[in-house]
């Protein structure tokens, strides 16, 4: 299985205790893979206390700050996209950079990003 990075509707599911979540999440920390999260997708997730089963889902992730490089080129999709949505921009740029899959619940508006960026994305739908 190729690198994920978690888009928001995947720690949704995580959080909601979607089994078909769960089950990914858990055969890729099996197989020795680390899922990408960029911080922005954990504060669109986060609702504040508690949240037991997305915190536990969490020590599982490779987490991603946002950079003046990573800041830039999402912002540089929005605009060659013509959409406002800067995190779901920065997902896909993340996952171009990684050469990485995308597990979301919203593979169309990723999708549209990606043509604009001229990448074949990989989405996992959740």
């Known amino acids: 299985m ?4 978690y888009d928001t509707g995947m720690l949704i599911a995580l959080d909601r205790g979607i089994q ?28 504040g206390g508690p949240q037991p089963r997305l915190s536990r889902a969490l020590r599982g992730c490779r987490h991603i700050g946002v ?10 999709l929005c605009g060659q996209a013509g959409t406002p949505d800067v995190i779901d921009a920065m997902v896909v740029v993340l996952a ?7 597990v979301t619940s919203d ?15 990989a989405l996992h739908v959740i």
């Open 67 to 76: 950079t003046e490089p990573l800041a830039r080129a999402a912002g540089t």
């Open 96 to 102: 171009a950079q990684l050469d990485a899959a995308v």
């Open 20 to 47: 078909q979540a769960w089950q990914l999440h858990e055969r890729v920390n099996v197989a020795g893979r680390v899922p990408v999260l960029p911080v922005v997708v954990l504060a669109q997730a986060w609702r």
């Open 2 to 5: 190729a690198g994920l990075v």
């Open 107 to 121: 593979p169309d508006d990723l999708a549209y990003l990606s043509l604009a960026l001229d990448y074949k994305l």
